[in-house]
């Protein structure tokens, strides 16, 4: 059974830092590529970082760029989100996800419909 749980959110002011938990099971982290998606309330589902199975390259939304890190622990078996210099606008659920495919093929590495098990979320607030 597949099941991806995520952790970690909480309240933090704005240019703070929170480290998110992407913690899986029934499969390993270090045969799949895996997607951090947010949602805001009333705004659409938004991709944020993934982190390729291959060769572990990682691809950022331009909002995220400089101030977000993925990574992964194969013994874990759990993917982070390293949040730096946070912002209000930054404020949403966060979500993880699995995809089999190997995005140094695909067109857009934070497409969801590519992206086919989703954890429950984990609420980030940044608010002073």
């Known amino acids: 059974q597949v099941q991806l749980v995520e952790s970690g959110g909480g309240l933090v002011q704005p240019g703070g830092s929170l480290r998110l938990s992407c913690r899986a099971s029934?499969?390993?982290?270090?045969?799949?590529?895996i997607g951090w998606f947010r949602q805001a309330p009333g705004k659409e589902r938004e991709g944020v970082s993934s982190i390729d199975s291959g060769d572990d390259r990682t691809y950022y939304a331009d909002s995220v760029k400089g101030r977000f890190t993925i990574s992964r622990d194969n013994a874990k078996n759990t993917v982070y989100l390293q949040m730096n210099s946070l912002k209000p606008e930054d404020a949403a659920i966060y979500y993880c996800a699995k995809t089999d495919h190997e995005l140094r093929f695909v067109d857009y590495a934070l497409d969801q419909n590519l992206y086919d098990n989703w954890g429950q979320g984990t609420q980030v607030t940044v608010s002073s």
């Open positions: 029934g499969f390993r982290v270090d045969y799949y590529a």
